[in-house]
């Protein structure tokens, strides 16, 4: 009997989704046949048979959440003839407990949720979950945390606070309304109550949905509920600071025009985005502070640079990731973001293809777009999104050394980082360096 494992999704990934079996109980399989649908917060793949045989059991359930290297389903090697009618379904063990009304055992929670839970003395039993069928995250847990108690303080200590408190509370002015209500939610909260999505936030609640005539209501699927919480989740955390620069791509431009042909016959296209990347990548090693991240109490700077391209898919908006992209030219960058896309564009792309961006860049069309603040892709510090490229009147230095106004294409791009770890002088600096190398244009295509 072999047992089928939950493979190493991605490098940062340690359990998935089954969303949809392909075979069931006494099905014949052929070796690298897909048997299963598994959904990570990074992708959706499927999971090949890895031997040809009969499924004699399947151990999980369709929207049981299953931690990497566990064992999902067995299968008879070697056996090809197929069983009449589908086995039944063995009893659970006695001891096991039961399973609720979705169908899994317990609230539904990850592994990392449910140690958190633990760690934190909550009792995950009683916490209302916001994910997908109701799952429950570590938001949630984190929630529900009870407030914590403080130590009791000596007398002489305590008389010595109380007495600074009310020597600073009698100098200070008295608190407008707005803050005296938003210092009380904190103190009767225990801590900061962050805005519930469809109810509102302190005295400001939603209206309520009522649906009118011709309304069309599309339920989220799973990418958009994991894009619109990533989305959340950046702007709580990262305070955001958007600097823009202004890009001539007159020389770029012409670069472009002279190989596009000759690059299309080997079947890749020549785009402005290659050239940015290339720029992005160089600007990087240069200026490392931009390629990080945040710990806990501490941010890392990383040895390799990663760079995420944002791309369109049939399943929404996906970041596939060029691996070392500064050690890449442009024929390089342009044959990875080529192929990235390709897969994207087929529904192909794994969840490798999406794992371990350190920067990102967002192109998110030629039309109607002359620049705009992206949000930055966690757990980045930052992401570069570009503008449209419009023919533009510029002051460039003529033959004779004086100023003349020509007509040149003119492209913005906007830098957004997280001002926890990246300080304005190394985001100037950043962003600096990739217009020059872009104006300048020195580039092997």
């Known amino acids: 009997m072999l047992d089928v494992t939950v493979p190493q999704l991605g490098e940062s990934v340690t359990e998935g989704t089954i969303t949809k079996w392909l075979v069931k109980e006494g099905d014949v399989v052929q ?9 990570t917060d990074k992708a959706d793949s499927e999971l090949p048979a890895p031997s040809a045989g009969r499924i004699a059991k399947l151990l999980a359930k369709e929207g049981d959440v299953v931690p990497v290297r566990s064992v999902i389903c067995q299968i008879e090697e070697g056996v090809m003839q197929p069983t009449s009618a589908p086995a039944a379904a063995a009893p659970a063990p006695a001891a096991a ?10 609230p539904l929670a990850s592994p990392n949720t449910r140690r958190a839970a633990l760690e934190q003395g909550v009792n995950i039993e009683n916490v209302r979950g916001s994910g997908d069928r109701g799952r429950i995250t ?3 847990v984190m929630r529900a945390v ?10 002489a200590l305590r008389a010595q606070a109380e007495s600074q408190v009310a020597r600073s ?20 909260g225990g801590g900061f109550v962050p805005p519930v999505p469809g109810v509102g936030f302190g005295s400001f609640k939603v209206p309520a949905y009522r649906e009118n005539p011709g309304d069309k209501i599309t339920p989220f699927t799973r990418r958009r509920r994991i894009t619109a919480d990533h989305m959340v989740y ?8 958007v600097t823009v620069a202004e890009c001539d791509l007159y020389r770029v431009s012409k670069l472009r025009e002279a190989n596009k042909d000759r690059y299309k016959k080997e079947g890749m296209g020549l785009t402005m985005l290659a050239f940015v990347t290339v720029a992005v990548a160089r600007a990087l090693r240069e200026n490392p502070a931009l390629n990080s991240r945040v710990l806990n109490d501490a941010f890392v700077t990383y040895k390799d640079i990663n760079i995420g391209v944002a791309v369109d898919s049939p399943d929404g908006l996906v970041v596939p990731v060029v691996r070392r992209a500064d050690e890449l030219g442009v024929r390089g960058i342009v044959r990875s973001i080529d192929e ?10 794994t969840v490798d293809d999406l794992s371990g961006a350190t920067f ?18 966690q757990p980045n510090a930052g992401i570069l999104r570009m503008g449209e490229i419009k023919k533009r009147p510029v002051v460039v230095e003529g033959a004779d050394g004086e100023d003349q106004i020509a007509i040149h294409p003119v492209m913005y791009v906007a830098l957004s980082y997280d001002h926890r770890i990246v300080d304005g002088v190394a985001a100037n600096s950043f962003l600096w360096r990739v217009r020059d190398l872009l104006e300048k244009a020195e580039f092997e295509v």
């Open 234 to 241: 950046s702007k709580l955390v990262s305070p955001h600071v």
């Open 360 to 377: 990102s860049v967002s192109n998110p069309g030629l039309k109607g777009n002359l620049f705009g603040g992206a949000i930055i892709n």
């Open 31 to 39: 070796k690298d046949q897909s048997i299963a649908e598994i959904a």
């Open 146 to 155: 009870p407030p914590r108690t403080e130590p009791p303080m000596a007398p």
């Open 97 to 106: 407990p039961a399973a609720n009304a979705s169908g899994s055992l317990g």
């Open 138 to 140: 570590v938001d949630d």
């Open 340 to 349: 990235l896309a390709g897969r994207a564009r087929t529904g192909k792309i």
């Open 169 to 188: 509370v009698a100098a200070a002015p008295a608190p407008s309304a707005p803050t005296a209500q938003l210092a009380q939610m904190i103190n009767q």
